[in-house]
């Protein structure tokens, strides 16, 4: 009788563990395959769909007659980029240059900033106040008071470039410092972590997801920075080609500019996309790269 | 048996705790007085917002209170103390640490000997069965687990005083009673002393050498009971006839309060 038992949990057990390890074999092979076509398709489907505007836009160009001063039809575009190269590329790298500066400063101020707000009440509630009121004043319209200041060279582009996209950061580092659960704090008072050391090992990095969050705002408004620095005194840079285009009613041009300017502002938000990578533990980028799907 | 274990190693006298919100003043604790001998597993079990965590936090140094005194082995608390290990409801894991980071926080913060306490953590770890899953981050764990690595490192440095807040509160029943099993391993080996805040009958019961009844707020003492179960305690215990008496004598304390009502 127990024999028989034995031999019959012997007969279901094994065949159903082999049976089981193929399943999940197969389960893990499907998630694989999944998560692969998944990683594809979010390239693939904008990809698609902008290929086909593109398609719509040249055949309507072509099908319409649509005059070129008003809508250039793509292979213009593309015609006008390949003969202004190196004038697109000159003027890109002018602009880069104003908008690293501009996204550098607004971390070397902002930041420090950030923390003398977090670490120094009086601080925050003097100057907190007008730091957020003073985001009332239309940054653009202070752009020409710069030249008069600064001239035309650099500076009144990288400091209008910071003037716009230094507040993200400030905002998004003394928010992300402030937001961190008491227990977290209880807890390091328990272990006699110094404050100090409590900021270096648990309040900076609780920070770091929104700081983060606030760079990538910051980036891409000191592309627009420092194309309204090059619009009201320039000499050179996109913004300025922009205005020169926009005088010789060559709307290609015009478009390739704003083509370049595009790529730029996409190439630098990758860029810190690469440095959150490498800075913080997986958990958080996939946390981040959801925020950044619905911006 | 008038030995220096008897001494009190944790006394509480006339504790109160105000709390001033808008409209009114909020009196979570009020004159609470009891003392805790070393070596002994202290619960204190009572309804929600009777103030039981409020008193957890003030025994930790953490929060003032509002009138009375803390002592611990003779000394008055006016600061967070330090020769705690303490385990809240949430596990509160550093989310950029790896459960083995998380437990060595601890060991990094008290400047042990790293070595040393990484061994002693991934020990900790195995004993509770996180064997395996040291270098997993705490967003790859299930709640239970993460509340056993917070328990690994409120222990690895061990601590003369362990301070539990509702620990188990937010897990499942296998799971909890697992950890409850867990724990009690833990207490007898290192003979800790532990003041263990629930709502749970039966997990003060199971753990306690004795249990604090709470009234609802202000929360002070309903009534002290001795828990005289031989350790260590099975879950099959749980059916026996002094466990039952005992859970009853606390039931019948919360029905005469009106914390529970029968209909």
Same mark, same amino acid.
């Given at each position: 009788?127990?024999?028989?038992?034995?031999?019959?949990?012997?007969?279901?057990?094994?065949?159903?563990?082999?049976?089981?390890?193929?399943?999940?074999?197969?389960?893990?092979?499907?998630?694989?395959?999944?998560?692969?076509?998944?990683?594809?398709?979010?390239?693939?489907?904008?990809?698609?769909?902008?290929?086909?505007?593109?398609?719509?836009?040249?055949?309507?160009?072509?099908?319409?007659?649509?005059?070129?001063?008003?809508?250039?039809?793509?292979?213009?575009?593309?015609?006008?980029?390949?003969?202004?190269?190196?004038?697109?590329?000159?003027?890109?790298?002018?602009?880069?240059?104003?908008?690293?500066?501009?996204?550098?400063?607004?971390?070397?101020?902002?930041?420090?900033?950030?923390?003398?707000?977090?670490?120094?009440?009086?601080?925050?509630?003097?100057?907190?106040?007008?730091?957020?009121?003073?985001?009332?004043?239309?940054?653009?319209?202070? =752009?020409?008071? /710069? +030249?008069?200041?600064?001239? @035309?060279? #650099?500076?009144?582009? $990288?400091?209008?470039?910071? %003037?716009?996209?230094?507040?993200?950061?400030?905002?998004?580092?003394?928010?992300?410092?402030?937001?961190?659960?008491?227990?977290?704090?209880?807890?390091?008072?328990?272990?006699?972590?110094?404050?100090?050391?409590?900021?270096?090992?648990?309040?900076?990095?609780?920070?770091?997801?929104?700081?983060?969050?606030?760079?990538?705002?910051?980036?891409?408004?000191?592309?627009?920075?420092?194309?309204?620095?090059?619009?009201?005194?320039?000499?050179?840079?996109?913004?300025?080609?922009?205005?020169?285009?926009?005088?010789?009613?060559?709307?290609?041009?015009?478009?390739?500019?704003?083509? =370049?300017?595009? /790529? +730029?502002?996409?190439?630098? @938000?990758? #860029?810190?996309?690469? $440095?959150?990578?490498?800075? %913080?533990?997986?958990?958080?980028?996939?946390?981040?790269?959801?925020?950044?799907?619905?911006? | 048996?008038?030995?220096?274990?008897?001494?009190?190693?944790?006394?509480?006298?006339?504790?109160?705790?105000?709390?001033?919100?808008?409209?009114?003043?909020?009196?979570?604790?009020?004159?609470?007085?009891?003392?805790?001998?070393?070596?002994?597993?202290?619960?204190?079990?009572?309804?929600?917002?009777?103030?039981?965590?409020?008193?957890?936090?003030?025994?930790?140094?953490?929060?003032?209170?509002?009138?009375?005194?803390?002592?611990?082995?003779?000394?008055?608390?006016?600061?967070?103390?330090?020769?705690?290990?303490?385990?809240?409801?949430?596990?509160?894991?550093?989310?950029?640490?790896?459960?083995?980071?998380?437990?060595?926080?601890?060991?990094?913060?008290?400047?042990?000997?790293?070595?040393?306490?990484?061994?002693?953590?991934?020990?900790?770890?195995?004993?509770?069965?996180?064997?395996?899953?040291?270098?997993?981050?705490?967003?790859?764990?299930?709640?239970?687990?993460?509340?056993?690595?917070?328990?690994?490192?409120?222990?690895?440095?061990?601590?003369?005083?362990?301070?539990?807040?509702?620990?188990?509160?937010?897990?499942?029943?296998?799971?909890?009673?697992?950890?409850?099993?867990?724990?009690?391993?833990?207490?007898?080996?290192?003979?800790?002393?532990?003041?263990?805040?629930?709502?749970?009958?039966?997990?003060?019961?199971?753990?306690?050498?004795?249990?604090?009844?709470?009234?609802?707020?202000?929360?002070?003492?309903?009534?002290?009971?001795?828990?005289?179960?031989?350790?260590?305690?099975?879950?099959?215990?749980?059916?026996?006839?002094?466990?039952?008496?005992?859970?009853?004598?606390?039931?019948?304390?919360?029905?005469?309060?009106?914390?529970?009502?029968?209909?």
């Amino acid at each position: 009788m127990t024999e028989r038992n034995i031999l019959a949990a012997a007969v279901v057990v094994s065949p159903d563990r082999t049976g089981m390890d193929e399943i999940e074999a197969g389960i893990q092979r499907r998630r694989r395959k999944r998560e692969r076509s998944d990683r594809i398709g979010a390239l693939a489907y904008p990809i698609g769909v902008m290929a086909a505007l593109v398609v719509i836009w040249e055949a309507a160009a072509r099908l319409f007659a649509i005059p070129a001063y008003l809508l250039p039809a793509p292979s213009l575009i593309a015609q006008a980029m390949v003969a202004n190269s190196t004038v697109l590329i000159k003027q890109s790298v002018a602009t880069s240059l104003e908008i690293v500066l501009g996204f550098a400063l607004s971390v070397a101020v902002g930041v420090p900033l950030a923390l003398a707000i977090f670490l120094w009440k009086p601080f925050a509630r003097s100057v907190y106040p007008l730091l957020v009121s003073s985001q009332a004043v239309p940054k653009v319209a202070v =752009a020409p008071l /710069f +030249l008069v200041w600064f001239g @035309f060279g #650099l500076l009144p582009k $990288v400091l209008i470039a910071f %003037l716009i996209a230094f507040f993200p950061v400030v905002i998004n580092t003394a928010m992300g410092l402030a937001a961190i659960e008491r227990e977290k704090i209880y807890l390091a008072q328990s272990m006699g972590l110094s404050s100090f050391a409590t900021f270096r090992k648990i309040q900076l990095p609780n920070a770091l997801p929104s700081i983060f969050a606030g760079l990538k705002i910051s980036i891409t408004l000191a592309v627009v920075g420092a194309v309204v620095g090059e619009f009201v005194g320039g000499q050179g840079g996109l913004g300025y080609l922009l205005l020169i285009a926009n005088g010789n009613m060559d709307t290609s041009l015009l478009f390739a500019g704003i083509a =370049a300017l595009t /790529f +730029l502002g996409v190439v630098f @938000f990758i #860029l810190i996309g690469i $440095v959150e990578r490498l800075v %913080l533990p997986p958990h958080a980028v996939e946390r981040v790269s959801f925020e950044r799907g619905s911006m | 048996m008038n030995n220096p274990a008897d001494d009190p190693y944790l006394r509480v006298d006339n504790l109160c705790k105000i709390y001033a919100t808008r409209d009114a003043e909020v009196r979570a604790l009020n004159d609470l007085s009891f003392t805790q001998r070393r070596g002994e597993f202290l619960s204190h079990v009572g309804p929600s917002g009777c103030g039981k965590s409020t008193l957890l936090m003030i025994a930790a140094g953490l929060v003032p209170p509002s009138g009375g005194a803390v002592c611990v082995a003779g000394r008055s608390i006016d600061r967070p103390r330090t020769d705690i290990g303490i385990v809240f409801q949430s596990p509160v894991l550093l989310e950029w640490r790896t459960a083995l980071g998380n437990v060595l926080l601890q060991a990094e913060a008290r400047k042990m000997d790293l070595k040393d306490a990484e061994r002693r953590a991934r020990e900790l770890l195995g004993s509770v069965g996180l064997g395996g899953f040291e270098d997993r981050y705490p967003h790859e764990l299930s709640g239970g687990m993460r509340q056993r690595v917070s328990i690994c490192r409120a222990l690895i440095h061990n601590p003369d005083h362990l301070l539990m807040d509702e620990p188990f509160g937010a897990l499942d029943a296998l799971t909890r009673d697992q950890l409850v099993l867990d724990l009690q391993a833990l207490v007898i080996e290192r003979r800790m002393t532990v003041l263990f805040i629930t709502h749970s009958i039966a997990e003060a019961v199971f753990l306690s050498d004795r249990v604090i009844v709470m009234t609802p707020r202000p929360g002070c003492i309903d009534r002290i009971i001795d828990i005289k179960l031989p350790r260590p305690r099975t879950l099959a215990m749980r059916e026996s006839p002094e466990f039952a008496d005992y859970s009853r004598q606390i039931l019948d304390l919360f029905l005469a309060r009106g914390v529970l009502r029968e209909h």
